[in-house]
Nanobody
Framework: VQLQASGGGLVQAGGSLRLSCAASESIFSGKTMGWYRQAPGKQRELVAVMASGGGTHYADSVKGRFTISRDYAKNTVYLQMNTLTPEDTAAYYC?????????WGQGTQVTVSS
């Protein structure tokens, strides 16, 4: 069972990044996949989730700027982040959600400079 996130980095305000999270098939297929983030001194918060059937939900703060997608052949979930602001600076975690158990990736740091 594995979730491997990548794609974080340092970007200027207004820029874009795409995060990727490769998952083991057992925790990807049929599961809701998502992204959370945690800034220093703040609680972890939901960014976006995507159900196995394609339905999505976004935090209000990222609507219109971020897009979650998934590649079912590659067992990978993506987070395209556009028009980044310093408030988006955080560690981003991918997650596999189910009633039975949630699985978390290791986190990838996104830093947006002003």
């Amino acid at each position: 069972v594995q979730l491997q996130a990548s794609g974080g980095g340092l970007v200027q305000a207004g820029g874009s990044l795409r995060l990727s999270c490769a998952a083991s098939e057992s925790i990807f297929s049929g599961k809701t996949m998502g992204w959370y983030r945690q800034a220093p001194g703040k609680q972890r918060e939901l960014v976006a989730v995507m159900a196995s059937g394609g339905g999505t939900h976004y935090a209000d703060s990222v609507k219109g700027r971020f897009t979650i997608s998934r590649d079912y052949a590659k067992n990978t979930v993506y987070l395209q982040m556009n028009t980044l602001t310093p408030e988006d600076t955080a560690a981003y975690y991918c997650v596999s959600l189910s009633e039975r158990r949630n699985y978390w990736g290791q986190g990838t740091q996104v830093t947006v400079s002003s």
